[in-house]
């Protein structure tokens, strides 16, 4: 893992093979200011994007549910899901939206 410039870390019930669904929870579960942590550490000998050879930044993004033991003041709320009526609707009218 040293090499790495990147960590997200998810819930266990995230699919990670679904990108936008993921993609969908990080966004949705991150404090940026607290649920992101810049360091600074070795890098891959290819890695063009570091100021100096094999050396450089790496960032790690929490993206999971957060609890009152790690400091959430209030409660975490549960996933929300479109009922497969109003899916199928939204699906017909894409056109109609613009969205086609």
Known sequence: M???K????????????????????????VDWKRDVVIAEGPLDDLDHAANWPKYGSKMGIDATRKTREEGMM???PGELFMSEEIRKLVDRRWTQYGLD
Do not use: C, G, K, P
Request: hydrophobic share 55%.
């Open 6 to 29: 990147l960590l997200i870390i998810v819930d266990h019930d995230v699919n990670v093979q679904n990108i936008s669904y993921t993609a969908w929870r990080v966004l949705n579960n």
């Open 2 to 4: 040293m090499f790495a």
């Open 74 to 76: 209030r409660d975490w």
